[in-house]
């Protein structure tokens, strides 16, 4: 069966059978490759911890008494407060379906426009900045633009690890064409890297940068003065702003840069996050785009502006209208014949007349108690939101807080209703990639317990509030066929987005659509190629933009850089259960520059304290030398299942662009200092309820999933133990363990050193191990062995042997996770074979042979070879 991966927007397709899932050659977007994530999906089909029954206050309930008393407490409110008292929170990892009814039904039908989208946080600032240029939320190229470019410059946007299989097609191009590759990034990321240029900007920079490349052209006369006078309109104002900006860079590698730029008209400029998540990120798109407009490279082969769309289906959410400030199907709230339009179709008087609130404002307003309502679905603001203290204050005042989801998350425990969702693998729908692609994602597998579709708790919340006529949906496909029918109401051409031919597409060929591009109709796939923009006058708009200096982070402060890891996917409820993908990075850390590190005496492994205005945090520190100075980079996903430092959002503030209201995750300021560690631990359990520490531990922690579903737990203890304190009161202050269970353990207080090995019956349940010298701890790979090995041939004195008396070889940090490839093996095979090319440590160990994400890794080894030989 045919379907789709649910990571990235790059919307490859997958191959469900009987052997497993793998690559569908046939889907254009990724003609059969997968990443890392995609090629594991097949271990996170696994119910266990799942949400199978709804609850009210914690209570088992039937659906029935679940939706009624969901549809009783929004009436409430509704009646008390009005419909602006009541909201939606939902997700880019919404099906179109989904999104489309939880849309039409609270600004059609509930009357507000409170519906908004985890997408806020990604991509809602190249949804304002494709708006204001070309009148409508579109991105012109598609992926062949890749394939066919003389000049690919990744800008924000490390693609080599967040959109790899999209980054590997660049790589190939280079390889056919001589494609060359630019990464505009503060970090020396993997895609700058593998790049043959890289521009260390200074957080922020690229508005600054792109301002004065448009500049650049104008001085050497490579505009497309005719596609200028035709097509555009606001060029003058747009090139005296940029005149007044200046680089940022250092001169000799703004000229390497320039030069690419003004001599390379097949050029792709491709961002994402780095971009998109900052105070001046529409403007900072808007740069770009004007410089691609003035040079006449928008929508040609090679030769475009893209944007790389952060979830499966944040574009298919914004199609149908799913952010705060749309109406639906790129019908916009402030223009009154479109708000005509769609009240007839949707036959909804009470259509809202006014954008709802955005996702910060709409949590800063039930924190201030007007949202007495909320229903969230398929996300975790409680820890994904900037200031999640905050987020979680509004959570625990709002009267009302409904949740649907597949696993147990911080917003689920926060919720008064929770609803178990039905996930990827087990409902039907559309998706919508980052080039307009729509595929289908199929089911084909059963919802565990009474697990349900989005869709269909929607249409019975709506059913239960008087709207039963207008959201009688039986299945997918009807929602789909209104879907693609309100794209073609009286459009006439004045929308670009437009389903026209599938507004009447029957079930069957519902289920068996294949992908295509919207809009549908015959031709080439990309847009704008010959003007006829989506604005009144047809003309593309420049945008006259000016880039501000940034505020200088202050001494003993950093600034805070947050995003994706290779292996992992937002807050890690699907990737953070496989062990294969924590083997890379297994757990949170802060990654500095090693200049930054020195000066505040900071080591690899050494606590640090990051505290700002919204909290403070502790967390082991990285030295990397691709961090630029002042600068630190946290991962985004880490959360407080995983480790004592919980959600890096928590420092993160509520600095928004002014104009698409997405948070400035990428420009935090946090102050920095150094934590004396008193006591290390190690432990490693079986059993999941023992390893869920009690929050009174007093250390920091983090929790890692094994192979053979063992959990492996690291402690360091920041306060001094107890006096008197002994093996098991230790165990006890860490762990639920029960009276009954058997323990034997192994102290020595005055060294400061305590063995514990819990045991049921005939198997081992936990060991721990805690000193004062982390080097007295013993190796995760010598536990592992011991769990291995049968309680009988094993004396108790044998569980509580330390480091030294191990035969277990630690296997080091996994660096190729396709092939299980770790560090040292590399560098060994490096050694004995005069190894000097990726290739031939390909060829040699099978590392970067995948899907590619670690080669950026391999060629930095064979750098530090290079330099040791010298």
């Given at each position: 069966m045919n379907t789709t991966c649910p990571y990235c927007g790059v919307g490859c397709g997958l191959i469900?059978?009987?052997?497993?899932?793998?690559?569908?050659?046939?889907?254009?977007?990724?003609?059969?490759?997968?990443?890392?994530?995609?090629?594991?999906?097949?271990?996170?089909?696994?119910?266990?911890?799942?949400?199978?029954?709804?609850?009210?206050?914690?209570?088992?309930?039937?659906?029935?008494?679940?939706?009624?008393?969901?549809?009783?407490?929004?009436?409430?409110?509704?009646?008390?407060?009005?419909?602006?008292?009541?909201?939606?929170?939902v997700s880019g990892q919404f099906l179109t379906e989904d999104y489309y009814v939880a849309n039409k039904l609270m600004k059609g039908f509930i009357g507000s426009g409170n519906i908004d989208t985890n997408s806020r946080l990604c991509m809602a600032s190249p949804v304002a900045a494709h708006i204001r240029a070309f009148g409508e939320d579109i991105v012109p190229g598609v992926y062949a633009d890749f394939d066919e470019a003389d000049l690919i410059v990744f800008t924000g946007a490390n693609a080599a690890w967040c959109h790899p299989v999209l980054f590997q097609r660049a790589l190939r191009a280079r390889e056919v064409r001589g494609t060359k590759i630019i990464a505009i990034d503060p970090r020396r990321s993997a895609t700058a890297d593998l790049a043959d240029l890289h521009i260390p900007i200074a957080p922020g920079g690229d508005l600054a940068l792109f301002a004065a490349l448009l500049n650049l052209c104008a001085e050497r006369g490579v505009l497309d003065h005719g596609f200028i006078r035709n097509h555009t309109s606001g060029f003058d104002d747009a090139l005296i702003a940029a005149r007044t900006a200046g680089h940022g860079i250092d001169d000799a590698l703004f000229d390497q840069l320039a030069d690419l730029v003004a001599t390379t008209p097949r050029m792709v400029t491709a961002f994402s996050q780095g971009v998109n998540q900052s105070e001046i990120a529409t403007d900072t798109i808007n740069a770009i785009l004007n410089l691609h407009l003035a040079t006449g490279r928008i929508g040609k082969p090679g030769a475009t502006a893209f944007s790389l769309t952060g979830q499966p289906n944040a574009m298919g959410g914004r199609e149908v209208g799913g952010l705060a400030n749309q109406l639906a199907a790129h019908l916009a709230f402030d223009d009154p014949a479109h708000h005509d339009l769609l009240r007839r179709f949707w036959q909804a008087p009470n259509l809202a007349r006014h954008q709802g609130l955005k996702a910060v404002d709409l949590f800063d307003a039930m924190h201030q108690g007007r949202i007495q309502a909320i229903w969230i679905a398929g996300t975790n603001p409680a820890e994904s939101l900037p200031r999640s203290n905050h987020i979680r204050a509004a959570l625990e005042r709002c009267p009302t807080v409904i949740v649907a989801d597949c696993w147990p998350t911080a917003t689920t425990a926060r919720a008064h209703i929770v609803l178990p969702a039905a996930g990827w693998s087990e409902k039907d729908g559309t998706v919508t990639n980052s080039e307009r692609l729509i595929s289908r994602q199929r089911a084909f597998r059963s919802a565990p317990g009474d697990a349900k579709p989005d869709w269909w708790m929607f249409t019975e919340l709506a059913r239960r509030l008087g709207h039963a006529a207008a959201f009688d949906f039986a299945n997918p496909a009807?929602?789909?066929?209104?879907?693609?029918?309100?794209?073609?109401?009286?459009?006439?051409?004045?929308?670009?987005?437009?389903?026209?031919?599938?507004?009447?597409?029957?079930?069957?060929?519902?289920?068996?659509?294949?992908?295509?591009?919207?809009?549908?109709?015959?031709?080439?796939?990309?847009?704008?190629?010959?003007?006829?923009?989506?604005?009144?006058?047809?003309?593309a708009r420049f945008i006259a933009v000016t880039a501000c200096p940034r505020a200088i982070a202050a001494s003993g402060t950093i600034t805070l850089n947050t995003g994706r890891l290779r292996d992992q996917w937002h807050t890690m409820t699907r990737t953070g259960r496989i062990p294969a993908l924590m083997a890379h990075r297994d757990a949170a850390t802060l990654d500095l520059a090693p200049p930054d590190a020195e000066r505040h005496g900071i080591g690899t492994g050494d606590l640090v304290e990051l505290t700002s205005a919204h909290g403070t945090i502790t967390l082991p520190a990285r030295l990397d030398a691709a961090q630029s100075a002042g600068t630190g980079f946290a991962g985004m996903h880490w959360t407080q299942d995983q480790g004592s430092a919980g959600t890096i959002n928590r420092l993160i503030g509520s600095a928004r662009d002014p104009v698409s209201g997405e948070p400035a995750f990428k420009h935090g300021i946090a102050r920095i200092r150094k934590i004396e560690p008193i006591w290390h631990g190690i432990a490693l359990c079986r059993n999941a309820a023992i390893a869920r520490l009690k929050p009174e531990i007093g250390a920091v922690w983090s929790r890692t999933p094994r192979a053979g579903g063992l959990i492996h737990l690291r402690f360091t203890g920041t306060a001094p133990l107890a006096q008197g304190t002994t093996c098991r009161t230790l165990a006890a202050t860490m762990f639920d363990l029960q009276d009954t269970i058997e323990t034997v353990d192994y102290a020595d207080a005055k060294c400061g050193v305590f063995r514990l090995a819990a045991l049921n019956g005939g198997s081992i349940l936990l060991l721990l191990h805690v000193a004062r010298d982390h080097a007295a701890s013993p190796t995760v790979e010598a536990l592992e062995q011991r769990f291995s090995q049968a309680l009988g041939s094993l004396d108790a004195g044998a569980l509580l042997i330390g480091r030294g008396a191990s035969r277990a070889v630690p296997t080091g940090r996994i660096v190729c996770v396709c092939h299980q490839v770790s560090e040292p093996a590399i560098r060994a095979a490096m050694a004995a074979g005069r190894l000097t090319t990726i290739e031939a440590i390909g060829a040699a160990t099978k590392a970067g042979t995948g899907c590619g994400s670690c080669v950026s890794e391999l060629k930095g080894f064979l750098r530090h070879e290079c330099v040791a030989a010298e």
């Amino acid at each position: 069966m045919n379907t789709t991966c649910p990571y990235c927007g790059v919307g490859c397709g997958l191959i469900a059978g009987p052997e497993g899932l793998t690559g569908d050659a046939a889907h254009p977007a990724n003609r059969g490759k997968l990443c890392v994530k995609g090629a594991t999906l097949g271990l996170t089909l696994d119910d266990r911890d799942r949400l199978t029954t709804p609850t009210i206050g914690g209570r088992a309930a039937t659906w029935s008494e679940a939706l009624d008393h969901a549809a009783d407490r929004f009436a409430a409110a509704i009646a008390e407060h009005g419909p602006d008292s009541v909201a939606f929170y939902v997700s880019g990892q919404f099906l179109t379906e989904d999104y489309y009814v939880a849309n039409k039904l609270m600004k059609g039908f509930i009357g507000s426009g409170n519906i908004d989208t985890n997408s806020r946080l990604c991509m809602a600032s190249p949804v304002a900045a494709h708006i204001r240029a070309f009148g409508e939320d579109i991105v012109p190229g598609v992926y062949a633009d890749f394939d066919e470019a003389d000049l690919i410059v990744f800008t924000g946007a490390n693609a080599a690890w967040c959109h790899p299989v999209l980054f590997q097609r660049a790589l190939r191009a280079r390889e056919v064409r001589g494609t060359k590759i630019i990464a505009i990034d503060p970090r020396r990321s993997a895609t700058a890297d593998l790049a043959d240029l890289h521009i260390p900007i200074a957080p922020g920079g690229d508005l600054a940068l792109f301002a004065a490349l448009l500049n650049l052209c104008a001085e050497r006369g490579v505009l497309d003065h005719g596609f200028i006078r035709n097509h555009t309109s606001g060029f003058d104002d747009a090139l005296i702003a940029a005149r007044t900006a200046g680089h940022g860079i250092d001169d000799a590698l703004f000229d390497q840069l320039a030069d690419l730029v003004a001599t390379t008209p097949r050029m792709v400029t491709a961002f994402s996050q780095g971009v998109n998540q900052s105070e001046i990120a529409t403007d900072t798109i808007n740069a770009i785009l004007n410089l691609h407009l003035a040079t006449g490279r928008i929508g040609k082969p090679g030769a475009t502006a893209f944007s790389l769309t952060g979830q499966p289906n944040a574009m298919g959410g914004r199609e149908v209208g799913g952010l705060a400030n749309q109406l639906a199907a790129h019908l916009a709230f402030d223009d009154p014949a479109h708000h005509d339009l769609l009240r007839r179709f949707w036959q909804a008087p009470n259509l809202a007349r006014h954008q709802g609130l955005k996702a910060v404002d709409l949590f800063d307003a039930m924190h201030q108690g007007r949202i007495q309502a909320i229903w969230i679905a398929g996300t975790n603001p409680a820890e994904s939101l900037p200031r999640s203290n905050h987020i979680r204050a509004a959570l625990e005042r709002c009267p009302t807080v409904i949740v649907a989801d597949c696993w147990p998350t911080a917003t689920t425990a926060r919720a008064h209703i929770v609803l178990p969702a039905a996930g990827w693998s087990e409902k039907d729908g559309t998706v919508t990639n980052s080039e307009r692609l729509i595929s289908r994602q199929r089911a084909f597998r059963s919802a565990p317990g009474d697990a349900k579709p989005d869709w269909w708790m929607f249409t019975e919340l709506a059913r239960r509030l008087g709207h039963a006529a207008a959201f009688d949906f039986a299945n997918p496909a009807a929602i789909f066929r209104e879907h693609a029918a309100l794209s073609a109401f009286e459009n006439n051409g004045a929308r670009r987005f437009d389903l026209t031919p599938l507004a009447a597409i029957p079930d069957e060929d519902y289920d068996a659509l294949r992908p295509l591009h919207w809009p549908v109709a015959p031709g080439d796939q990309r847009l704008f190629t010959r003007g006829d923009f989506s604005t009144q006058d047809r003309r593309a708009r420049f945008i006259a933009v000016t880039a501000c200096p940034r505020a200088i982070a202050a001494s003993g402060t950093i600034t805070l850089n947050t995003g994706r890891l290779r292996d992992q996917w937002h807050t890690m409820t699907r990737t953070g259960r496989i062990p294969a993908l924590m083997a890379h990075r297994d757990a949170a850390t802060l990654d500095l520059a090693p200049p930054d590190a020195e000066r505040h005496g900071i080591g690899t492994g050494d606590l640090v304290e990051l505290t700002s205005a919204h909290g403070t945090i502790t967390l082991p520190a990285r030295l990397d030398a691709a961090q630029s100075a002042g600068t630190g980079f946290a991962g985004m996903h880490w959360t407080q299942d995983q480790g004592s430092a919980g959600t890096i959002n928590r420092l993160i503030g509520s600095a928004r662009d002014p104009v698409s209201g997405e948070p400035a995750f990428k420009h935090g300021i946090a102050r920095i200092r150094k934590i004396e560690p008193i006591w290390h631990g190690i432990a490693l359990c079986r059993n999941a309820a023992i390893a869920r520490l009690k929050p009174e531990i007093g250390a920091v922690w983090s929790r890692t999933p094994r192979a053979g579903g063992l959990i492996h737990l690291r402690f360091t203890g920041t306060a001094p133990l107890a006096q008197g304190t002994t093996c098991r009161t230790l165990a006890a202050t860490m762990f639920d363990l029960q009276d009954t269970i058997e323990t034997v353990d192994y102290a020595d207080a005055k060294c400061g050193v305590f063995r514990l090995a819990a045991l049921n019956g005939g198997s081992i349940l936990l060991l721990l191990h805690v000193a004062r010298d982390h080097a007295a701890s013993p190796t995760v790979e010598a536990l592992e062995q011991r769990f291995s090995q049968a309680l009988g041939s094993l004396d108790a004195g044998a569980l509580l042997i330390g480091r030294g008396a191990s035969r277990a070889v630690p296997t080091g940090r996994i660096v190729c996770v396709c092939h299980q490839v770790s560090e040292p093996a590399i560098r060994a095979a490096m050694a004995a074979g005069r190894l000097t090319t990726i290739e031939a440590i390909g060829a040699a160990t099978k590392a970067g042979t995948g899907c590619g994400s670690c080669v950026s890794e391999l060629k930095g080894f064979l750098r530090h070879e290079c330099v040791a030989a010298e």
